[in-house]
């Protein structure tokens, strides 16, 4: 057989090999994501369900309703006449004060992990009748978003600690008598259930202005980032967590304070951009073996690249997957504790050690070490770049030093 032959099986061979991974390395990426999977995807959903999902607390809407007469033409009659009317008229807090405490608590479902906690909120509205008119102020309270359990929930009107009890929907009456210049303190007391988030929505309060507001959310852990770092904030650490304060005056805003939880689940989105990108290292791990094997005289056939390609492709498959149970640490573990026993049942016997021990550094360097460089997303593109570069250059050196017209692949 001709050595140009020989070569374009072996490059058609080595290419079907990498469309199988990439198309097997595809289906697992896919799967990667919360409502993806169906597996985790079934079980997440059946946890919000019972559980809460992201919490996002809404603020309530003030309202002046008053009555006025309103001159109108009754057609049936032929003239005007006088009708009462109700006029509605938004009123923004003066003052905010929001305090949140949460106890976080992580909950399994057939091992899979939920960031869980319960949340127990106190929070304060000022409101002061700027509008120059007297009526009555009304107030509509509605449930947290995404919880589906609200309770203790009830409001308290100092200084009389009158309790009202709001239902989703129906507005409730403040004060009957809401004079000019007049301020009223509401208290609005709840507790509820959620995962992953808990946030206020103060981008509510866009375009207006409050004169005031101070948040204060106290965590049982320090496992959690703030959900938008852009407004001012204080965060102190405590014996059982910390306390993330924001204190703002003249306060209008876009953005919405809260805290989302840190866990199990966080490296995702860098573990399916890994897998989707997989088949670049079988692809150069598949380059590396072939370069080699002709550069130390190692024969190979069909068989043993479909061997060594599966050991690469399972790699990325164990990753994939058992990120849904373990810590993205505990999951590179050990699935390069698999990965290296795949390796030595097999290499070693077939091509002997002085081979496996060159193809095993550029195995766990095109799995391992470029699987850490995705926890690391602002250097990703330059290591990523530099790992490849040094991949190349050890190929070029090993070529520039051997006898192309010596290798099996032409020699036959």
């Not at 905010?96 to 405490?101: G, K, P, Q, R």
């Not at 050690?353 to 095993?360: D, E």
Request: aromatic share 14%; with cysteine.
């Amino acid at each position: 057989m001709k050595p140009s032959v020989r070569i374009l099986g072996m490059l058609v061979w080595l290419g079907a090999l990498v469309v199988v991974g990439l198309i097997v390395l595809s289906l697992a990426g896919s799967r990667i994501g919360e409502h993806k999977s169906s597996t985790y995807g079934e079980a997440y959903t059946r946890f919000l369900d019972s559980w809460g999902g992201e919490i996002g607390i809404v603020p309530p809407r003030f309202k002046l309703v008053r009555t006025v007469p309103v001159r109108q033409f009754n057609a049936a009659a032929k003239r005007y006449e006088i009708a009462q009317k109700s006029e509605r008229t938004e009123i923004i807090p003066d003052a905010v004060t929001l305090h949140a405490s949460l106890d976080y608590g992580e909950q399994y479902i057939n091992w899979l992990t939920f960031n869980a906690f319960q949340a127990t909120g106190s929070d304060t509205y000022t409101v002061r009748n700027g509008t120059g008119k007297s009526g009555k102020l009304v107030a509509e309270f509605g449930q947290p978003e995404n919880a589906n359990l609200v309770y203790d929930h009830r409001v308290i009107v100092p200084p009389t600690g009158r309790l009202l009890r709001p239902a989703k929907g129906t507005p409730l009456v403040l004060d009957v008598d809401f004079r000019p210049g007049r301020r009223l303190k509401v208290v609005e007391v709840y507790k509820t259930k959620g995962m992953d988030v808990f946030k206020y929505n103060l981008s509510a309060y866009q375009p207006v202005t409050v004169d005031h507001l101070h948040a204060r959310i106290r965590v049982n852990t320090r496992d959690f980032e703030l959900y938008r770092f852009g407004l001012p904030h204080t965060i102190t650490a405590t014996r059982e967590g910390a306390v993330v304060e924001s204190d703002m005056r003249d306060f209008s805003t876009a953005q919405d304070l809260g805290v989302e939880f840190a866990s199990k689940q966080m490296y995702l989105d860098q573990v399916k951009a890994l897998v989707d990108i997989s088949p670049l290292p079988l692809v150069l791990f598949l380059l590396v073996v072939f370069i080699f094997s002709q550069v130390m005289s190692v024969r190979f056939n069909a068989f043993h690249y479909l061997f060594v390609a599966a050991i690469n492709v399972f790699y990325f498959l164990f990753v994939a997957y058992l990120i849904r149970f373990f810590g993205v640490w505990t999951t590179f573990g050990i699935s390069t504790l698999l990965m290296i026993i795949m390796f030595l049942v097999y290499c070693p016997k077939v091509f002997g050690w002085r081979f496996a021990r060159i193809v095993g550094v550029y195995l766990l360097a095109l799995t391992v070490v470029y699987s850490l460089i995705f926890l690391m997303p602002i250097f990703r593109g330059l290591m990523l770049i530099a790992l490849l570069f040094a991949v190349f250059v050890s190929i070029m050196i090993a070529v520039s030093r051997s006898d192309i017209s010596k290798w099996m692949v032409v020699s036959g």
